[in-house]
């Protein structure tokens, strides 16, 4: 069990009541609609609701302990419930609602999975997305039934349950696959313990005593990590105001997150490196008139690989709105630690370098000596820490840019651990890994999850907790490579890669069962692969690519990058005849994915022929060796 | 307005705002356009037309043709 961090033993409910005490002018959450009218919710008056609708719970039937499943966009209700089942002490697990103009069937199997998996008790949504999760619920009816959010702050006014700390009070889904979705357990403490170390970090940088006034903007999903617990606990632990955008909303009109950051005077606002790039593709200078966005501090990069093209061409792009050049920042973390486990130090700039490309795909980070002034430089930031350190960063970044050894790659910072978190890379046997060496990444700290809901399987042991990622440390900064687990993560969603080569199975000219989908993270951020064995690698290439893309969009709503069309044999695979995927991968990078060697009659008699040498060397060997010993023996 | 104005209407907001380059696509959406895209593109019909898809509107859409046929039934309803 992982060590109650030291916040007094406070949970949730503590929060939102200390939260209620600031000033309502001044303190509260922001809804932002389509016409981007705001709607202003102090946390007192936040707090009062989640009292009511406390009680509506309650008269609904809900008790301490019940699970409590969310499926509604961003809105007040889905903050009044979330938070109204935890003063009840019960457990608020927030599913995602449908993707607009997606097929439900894969949705309605993959909400259900989850309601089962944490046996849910009622599920709560709007009247909207109610109407069409009739066959979600045929699937798994709650026992208390599906109930509308509407209406529920009407309820008699409830005090908070007594929670403890250690209590669970969320449960929100990993890296899991639509069969086997991963529901990760966070208590009060563990929630608090991570939200309290972001802020920490935002008032490390904009100390409220030296007149700073911290503020957030969100666009996140509110059943995201980065939305939940990144965005929310925060702002009620600062506390801060919070302005909240919906995901729908920002990706079809990404300026909207940018001028609210301005308008409202942002602070902070993390999002994932797919938006930085739209942002810095679709944004144009007319949506950002009159905009000034030197007050975003710190602009989180994080939940998925990270690209430092896409760092420089947003700075690029936005330094003319006064975009602050020490502003973005790079983070990792991961469901299981609650969020946060490194961040970028506040008010640096990102660090990203150049390793051999070679030498990673052996497990070695060998720093490239094509990078202008990098020696010097690595030799400068050793045994330094701290300011000089970071300065040290800036200088950096530009040059990684201008390297163009074709043999290195680039690879962007994920910082250090905060404040409680120790990281370190092992190898497979579990063994401690030295600086520069790729291995699984393990890290240990406060917020760390004690296990899945209900499930016995738990990548946590005596407290670290084995990411399922690979990466190296380098002057003690953590540099994420890749993932040892089989999901692929890409823009937000998590897929099983069986069942993305499953999907080309139909394929005319695919090998059945032969096919291997992987992630590369390169220095253009993360690409899907789909390796494939065909019957003839000749034949029209483009449109077998086509129809591979085509089959995997169709079944799994997933973008393949590249397909790359193999000769029958060449995909590596285990004893058992499991496809080796990263085996895949890596001898791809090396150039060294090739076919076995064609057997004709030829063929196998020259190797028995090898053979046969070969057993006549060693006998040879044998006799030499008697041979020897009887002479020194007489 | 048209089916072709309206078709013509899609092809430039799924070039804008959806990154979809070329004609629009045959058969069914999800076999060419992510989520995200699907997405953006859903949100842009919305905008431009003054129209609101129900889920129960997006299920019976699969293919650009029922995109349409949407647009025009909304638009006929809400002229």
């Given amino acids: 069990m992982n060590p109650t961090p030291a916040l007094g033993g406070a949970t949730l409910p503590d929060a939102i009541e200390r939260a209620a005490s600031a000033d309502p002018a001044l303190y509260g959450f922001r809804f932002l609609d389509r016409d981007e009218k705001a709607t202003w919710l102090p946390f007192g008056d936040f707090a009062a609701r989640v009292a009511a609708t406390a009680g509506a719970l309650w008269d609904e039937g809900v008790r301490a302990g019940d699970r409590v499943a969310l499926i509604l966009p961003t809105c007040p209700e889905f903050i009044e419930i979330f938070f109204a089942a935890q003063w009840l002490g019960a457990i608020p697990v927030a599913l995602y609602p449908p993707v607009r103009l997606g097929r439900l069937d894969e949705y309605h199997e993959r909400t259900a999975a989850m309601l089962r998996a944490v046996g849910a008790s009622v599920l709560y949504t709007d009247a909207r997305i109610g109407r069409i999760l009739g066959e979600t619920v045929a699937r798994y009816r709650p026992r208390l039934g599906v109930r509308q959010a509407a209406g529920l702050r009407g309820g008699v006014p409830r005090g908070p349950g007594a929670v403890s700390p250690d209590a669970i009070a969320m449960v929100q889904f990993s890296s899991g696959t639509t069969v086997d979705p991963k529901p990760v357990a966070l208590t009060h403490a563990q929630m608090l313990a991570n939200g309290a170390r972001i802020t920490e970090a935002i008032f490390t940088l904009l100390p409220p005593s030296q007149g700073n006034f911290p503020g957030g903007v969100s666009w996140l999903p509110l059943y995201h990590d980065m939305g939940l617990i990144g965005c929310l606990v925060p702002a009620l632990w600062g506390p801060g105001p919070l302005t909240l955008i919906s995901p729908e909303l920002f990706v079809a009109r990404p300026a909207i997150w940018l001028r609210a950051i301005a308008r409202y005077r942002g602070t902070t606002s993390p999002a994932p490196n797919f938006a930085y790039a739209l942002c810095a593709d679709r944004v144009r200078d007319q949506d950002l008139e009159g905009c000034d966005l030197s007050c975003w501090r710190m602009a989180l990069n994080g939940a998925e690989p990270m690209s430092a093209a896409t760092l420089r061409a947003f700075e690029k792009r936005f330094e003319k709105f006064g975009f602050r050049r020490d502003a973005l920042m790079p983070v990792y973390g991961l469901s299981e630690a609650t969020l946060a486990v490194t961040f970028t130090r506040p008010g640096t700039r990102w660090r990203s370098r150049r390793f051999d490309a070679g030498a990673l795909a052996r497990g070695i980070a060998k720093r490239c000596p094509g990078a202008a002034g990098e020696e010097d430089d690595w030799g400068a930031a050793a045994g330094r820490a701290g300011a000089a350190d970071d300065n040290n960063c800036e200088t950096n970044a530009d040059e990684a840019a201008g390297a163009s050894a074709d043999t290195s790659s680039e690879w962007v910072s994920s910082g250090v651990p905060l404040p409680g978190f120790t990281v370190e890379i092992r190898d497979e046997d579990g063994n401690v890994l030295g600086p520069q060496r790729v291995g699984r990444i393990l890290a240990r700290g406060p917020s760390v999850m004690q296990g899945y809901y209900g499930r016995s399987d738990s990548p946590v042991r005596d407290g670290w907790l084995d990411t399922g990622d690979l990466g190296f440390v380098d002057e003690g900064q953590l540099y994420v490579t890749g993932r040892a687990k089989d999901v692929l993560v890409l823009r937000g969603q998590n897929q099983a890669p069986h069942e993305l080569e499953r999907a080309v199975d139909g394929v005319p000219g695919v090998r059945v069962g032969c096919a291997a989908a992987v992630a590369d993270v390169g220095a253009g951020g993360e690409r899907l692969l789909l390796f494939v064995e065909v019957r003839d690698v000749h034949a029209a290439a483009g449109d077998l690519a086509e129809a591979c893309r085509e089959a995997v969009l169709g079944a799994c709503g997933m973008a393949v990058d590249e397909v790359v069309a193999l000769p029958p044999g060449t995909l590596p695979r285990t004893s058992s005849g499991k496809i080796r995927r990263g085996e895949t991968l890596r001898l791809w990078k090396a150039a060294a994915l090739a076919p076995p060697d064609a057997v004709n009659a030829l063929m196998l008699g020259a190797a028995m022929l090898r053979s046969q040498a070969g057993y006549a060397r060693s006998a040879l060997g044998q006799l030499r060796r008697r041979w020897r010993r009887s002479g020194e023996a007489a | ?79």
């Fill in chain 2, 1 to 79: 307005m048209e089916v072709r104005e309206v078709r013509e209407v899609v092809a430039a907001l799924a070039r804008d705002e959806a990154d979809w380059k070329g004609p629009l696509p045959e058969g069914p959406l999800d076999r060419h356009l992510d989520s995200i895209q699907r997405l953006a593109l859903v949100v842009a019909i919305e905008d431009r037309f003054q129209v609101c898809f129900e889920p129960e509107d997006e299920q019976r859409i699969r293919s650009v043709d029922d995109l349409v046929a949407g647009i025009m039934a909304k638009l006929e309803v809400h002229p």
